[in-house]
């Protein structure tokens, strides 16, 4: 795919001006809203290779490679950043090139208070457009806070003045502080001129109205070959000290909509470290329940395409798939009605929803983050491996076992 070289700023009808991705629950690479069905997230090589080379039963697992976008950095005469997208000719036809002149005025207000004068402890951003987003959402019922709160320490972003971490939002507030931390070092790093290539694809949750995403780190091992002897240490102790070495799955981040309060309750990576063998099976509870009951029906389905996936690793000889992701979701609103006002991953006409991934109306489950994933095959492989990934087999086996055995009440 041929990228652009140059910039072409005088012609507005190229640019796409990108938005913060709001259903982002885990992870620390800002991931970004392109169109209604489309996101984006800066490009690693080895993940692209993995999405072009991609064994065909995994498919229906993984969300939709729509190829490669430009992006750079604008800051206007406020001081306000702005992440721009140039898209490719091969990618218009396909991909919603509509003005977005709303979301300037997002990432202008995320980035509007610059903390480089002065030790603050927290910037504020006052989100209008955002909240006009939020009303949008779950039938404009959604209780809106007024602004939020970005610390410096990462482990009480979602903390009150008193140290306590309020979990109801209308929106999961983790994405946002991706996106401020990654316009931050972007501009601290690079001119405004300077061309970065992301990776477009599928927005999973897009056929959703209320989306309840749980974000999960696979494996026992989340390091990856080409790790410095520091970052493969740090990891090996999260590993230890969480269940990802009991169990084999860690949660990273969730947001679960609520019926009885018409809001999100949103849980991040950090209190998913913290979590016994047991809490985790708790957080599962959480996650299937609304506030006002427990969704059982969804049990079924999730381990039938959980059961499904296995089925597919156990079949991948030599690849690994470390410190990937796996995605559980499923609609919140049990009633939805279809709306042709749909921002973000909300609600959409059936017809729009495209075949990969799963069939089941209720539940979707997919893999993401492949930076880390090498295989016999892959260029950028430093070991070679025999067999299937076992940790992430065990850690599938044991999210199985969680699931069913809610579903028996024990």
Not at 311 to 340: C, H, M, W
């Amino acid at each position: 795919m041929v990228v652009q070289n140059n910039l072409d700023l005088g012609d507005s009808r190229k640019w796409i001006i990108l938005e913060p991705f709001i259903h982002q629950v885990g992870g620390h690479m800002s991931m970004m809203k392109y169109d209604d069905y489309t996101v984006c997230k800066p490009l690693v090589s080895q993940e692209q290779w993995f999405y072009e080379t991609l064994p065909a039963a995994m498919k229906r697992f993984t969300p939709q490679y729509k190829g490669i976008v430009s992006v750079h950095l604008k800051k206007d005469s406020m001081g306000n950043l702005s992440l721009i997208a140039c898209p490719q000719t091969d990618n218009r036809s396909s991909l919603d090139n509509a003005s977005k002149e709303s979301s300037m005025t997002i990432w202008q207000k995320l980035n509007q208070a610059n903390t480089s004068s002065g030790d603050h402890t927290f910037v504020k951003w006052n989100h209008g457009p955002l909240t006009n987003t939020a009303k949008d959402s779950c039938q404009g019922k959604a209780v809106l806070q007024t602004d939020l709160q970005y610390h410096r320490d990462v482990s009480s972003i979602m903390e009150d003045a008193n140290g306590n971490q309020p979990e109801k939002n209308s929106y999961n507030p983790w994405g946002l502080y991706c996106h401020k931390q990654h316009l931050n070092r972007m501009s601290s790093k690079y001119n405004e001129n300077k061309l970065h290539q992301f990776l477009l694809l599928e927005n999973v949750v897009s056929k959703y109205k209320c989306p309840c995403i749980l974000d999960l780190k696979m494996g026992t091992r989340q390091h990856g070959d080409d790790a410095s002897e520091e970052k493969k240490a740090r990891q090996i102790k999260k590993c230890e000290q969480s269940t990802s070495a009991s169990l084999g799955a860690r949660i990273c981040g969730m947001q679960v909509y609520q019926a009885d309060t018409v809001q999100y309750l949103c849980k991040d990576k950090y209190y998913g470290r913290k979590l016994s063998p047991d809490g985790f099976r708790q957080a599962l509870l959480q996650f299937l329940h609304n506030g006002n009951r427990l969704r059982t029906d969804l049990v079924e389905p999730i381990v039938s395409q959980l059961k499904a996936l296995l089925s597919v690793i156990k079949k991948q000889n030599s690849y690994r798939f470390y410190s990937s992701s796996l995605l559980i979701n499923y609609e919140g609103l049990e009633k939805a009605t279809p709306s042709d006002n749909h921002p973000q991953g909300h609600c959409q006409h059936t017809s729009c929803s495209v075949p990969h991934g799963n069939s089941h109306p209720k539940v979707d489950v997919r893999m993401i983050d492949f930076a880390h994933t090498t295989n016999k095959g892959s260029r950028f492989n430093h070991t070679i491996y025999e067999g299937p990934d076992h940790g992430y087999i065990f850690g599938l086996e044991n999210l199985i076992k969680t699931f069913q055995s809610i579903s028996v009440g024990e």
